[in-house]
């Protein structure tokens, strides 16, 4: 069962073909070069000119060098998931991409194979902070996201193996209801006794 969305297990499969292993690897020059996307720093808000071989991300430099590297991931978003001019599209559609990119640049800005092994090494949330150099608010978001991903993992195995030990008690000779051998057994006369598994024949 998967427990990280499909976006994220993307960006996860792309920085691991392109040798990104270390958080020093997270840096805008790196990245920039490995994905062709020039950078320009200016007075405006920050966007992405983009077509299917490069992007040209301009980022604001008016503001905090956190603010600015998230940015980066989240312009590199529509360089990486979109193919329209949102100057031409509706209200609607820029505000789904936007969400989009956001939700991009959470996973793009702390990859989990890079971010849980660290997060789980420090003792502050100071220390993620200066490591992946981002705001705060997106650092808290992403172990949220992380813990409740890992809680819905656990419930899962704990939920299967709840599942298994039912089933191994139910599959015990003498154990079985009346209703299920018969059921059982018309199944035996239909597919026949060799193409059923031995744990269901022993109980006939």
């Known amino acids: 069962m998967r427990f990280m969305p499909l976006r994220e297990e993307k960006i996860q499969k792309l920085y691991k073909e392109n040798d990104i292993n270390f958080i020093s690897d997270l840096s805008i020059e790196n990245l920039a070069l490995l994905f062709n996307i020039q950078v320009e720093y200016y007075d405006l808000r920050s966007r992405c000119i983009y077509d299917e071989d490069m992007a040209l991300i301009y980022l604001d430099q008016n503001q905090p060098y956190e603010h600015i590297r998230y940015d980066f991931f989240h312009e590199m978003a529509h360089f990486f998931e979109h193919c329209n001019d949102q100057r031409q599209a509706n209200k609607e559609f820029v505000r789904l991409q936007e969400r989009q990119a956001s939700s991009f640049a959470l996973y793009a800005s702390m990859p989990r194979y890079l971010f849980e092994p660290y997060m789980n090494s420090v003792h502050s949330l100071q220390e993620l902070i200066d490591a992946f150099q981002l705001p705060e608010v997106h650092i808290r978001e992403r172990i949220r996201i992380i813990r409740q991903q890992n809680t819905t993992r656990d419930h899962y195995k704990k939920l299967k193996q709840r599942e298994e030990i039912l089933i191994n008690r139910t599959l015990q000779k003498g154990k079985v209801y009346e209703s299920t ?12 006794e060799e193409r059923m598994s031995y744990d269901v ?3 006939l």
């Not at 051998?181 to 026949?192: E, P, R």
């Open 181 to 192: 051998i018969t059921v059982l057994d018309q199944l035996k006369k239909q597919v026949g």
């Open 201 to 203: 024949t022993r109980l």
